[in-house]
Each structure stands twice: as structure tokens, then as C-alpha cells.
């Protein structure tokens, strides 16, 4: 089916059949040259267009009983913060569509890897769950920045994935004092415990009863990657309903998984 939608490279012809057996279905999308029978309002009007099989049981057999490929654009305001529950689109689009089908939330938190393939070479054009050291066990792997004025993938632009309240990033909750008044929300990668005046603050009053942070959500008390990506548009979620002043959010590890976590925290607190 493939070929039905995109027009393969015989230069990676070989490379794409290996990524889709490995990572399909699964949260790996791959773009290709489109053919012409793709619809440009399927492709917002790009000669490329983006294929992902899902390992979701419920949206697999929708796409069964449709029989045919299946756009699917993201199910949340341009720009906004991801949904990973129906309630979270249900709060973002209610009103604006004619249905909702509640599969439960979502495994991974994040978004698809977006992936291209080269010659001899996978580009990541958006990181997400398969990371790029998987990939580079087929192929060298580039991670593509994309600029502003050519987007080749979503998730690519500067300001993306972002709560209402202004959302900064810190190398850690203990360097970091609110201004006097602020409401003050963390998301905290660093164990809660290492905090030792993370409940109870002084703000050079002497006031033990001033809170440092108004509200505080742990992506990960074991401090496991894959939780804080399960974790992390939930918690941005419920921390912008709270009617904060400012978000922090601490610095996950680079590595594996947390480039793709850093890559939404960095892209959210854009301005």
C-alpha cells in the first residue's frame, strides 16, 4: 500500500522496507515523496507525504474496517500543548468536531519519530519515541533543524507544543526563586526529596509559610524516561489550568528518549 501513496527512491528502497518491518506499527512515521494521486489538502500542499502505521488496537481496526488509508492531523490546536486523553481534546476542539472516540491515553506521551531517508543516511525531522540511536543500527542518523520558512514535518517550529502560561527551562528547582508574589508552578525531574525547601520556602522574610512553587507535578519519581514522556503534556495540562504566573520546568538528560522530551520542553517555552 505504500506505493500507493508515496513514490519510493530506488536509492532507499532497501532502507525504508527495513524501518517500516522493524518499527511498524508503531510510533515511527516516515515522509516520502508523494504520488500524484494524493490529495494536496492531505499534505497541506507539500510534494512529501508523512506514513505511520498505529499499534493502537482501536485506531487499527477503524483504519481495517475503512479499508483505505486515513488522514489524521493532530487532534489539538496549532501550536498547543498535545493531547493524550479524550478529555484533552474534548477541552481543545469541543464543538469544533462531530465525534470523539475515547481508546484511552495515549503509551508513549509523545508524538511519532519523523524520519526521512537519504541515500544512505535517516534524517529525524522531528524526534520522538524511537530514538536515534535505534535508528543508527540501520543507517547513520541526522537530527534535521529545520528553519522556520521550510517545514518539512509538524513539530518543527521554533514555538511549539505550548501552554498558555509562560513556561521556562532550569537546570534545577533549588537554583531557582520566585519573584516576591509569583505563582510559581514545577515541573520537576529531580526527586521531590532533594528539594529540601521545595514545600516550604523562605523568601529572605523569614516567613516559613511562603510556598516556593503554588503547585508541583514529578514527571518521574524513579526518574525513568519513558514515564516522563508519558507524563509530560499531562502534567503541562493541569499545571496551565491552575492559573500560574510562570511554569519551570527542570532539564531532563539529553540522552535516548530525553532528547525528544527536551526538544517539546525547549519548543513550549519559545517566545
Known sequence: WVEKIADLPEHGRQLISKLADTFWPGPFTIVLPKRGTVPEIVTAGLDTVAMRISAHPVFAEIVHVFGKPLAAPSANRFGRVSPTTAQHVLEELDKRIPLIIDGGPTQHG??????????????????????????????????????????????????????????????????????????????????????????????????????????????????????????????????????????????????????????????????
Open 110 to 271: 509523545l508524538e511519532s519519530t519523523i524520519a526521512t531517508v537519504r541515500a544512505n543516511s535517516i534524517d529525524i525531522l522531528r524526534q520522538g519515541p524511537i530514538t536515534a540511536r535505534q535508528l543508527s543500527e540501520f543507517a547513520d542518523v541526522n537530527i534535521v533543524a529545520s528553519s522556520s520558512r521550510k517545514i518539512a514535518a509538524p513539530g518543527q517550529l521554533p514555538s511549539h507544543y505550548a501552554p498558555k502560561t509562560a513556561l521556562y527551562l532550569i537546570d534545577s528547582a533549588d537554583s531557582f526563586f520566585p519573584e516576591k508574589n509569583q505563582r510559581v508552578g514545577l515541573l520537576a525531574w529531580h526527586p521531590i526529596s532533594r528539594k529540601g525547601d521545595l514545600q516550604i520556602a523562605q523568601r529572605g522574610t523569614g516567613d516559613r509559610r511562603s510556598l516556593k512553587f503554588a503547585a508541583v507535578r514529578a514527571l518521574s519519581v524513579r526518574q525513568d524516561l519513558r514515564e516522563a514522556a508519558a507524563n509530560l503534556f499531562r502534567y503541562l495540562r493541569e499545571l496551565d489550568m491552575l492559573g500560574l504566573d510562570v511554569i519551570v520546568a527542570e532539564r531532563v538528560p539529553s540522552q535516548g528518549l530525553g532528547a525528544a522530551i527536551l526538544d517539546r520542553l525547549e519548543r513550549a517555552s519559545h517566545r
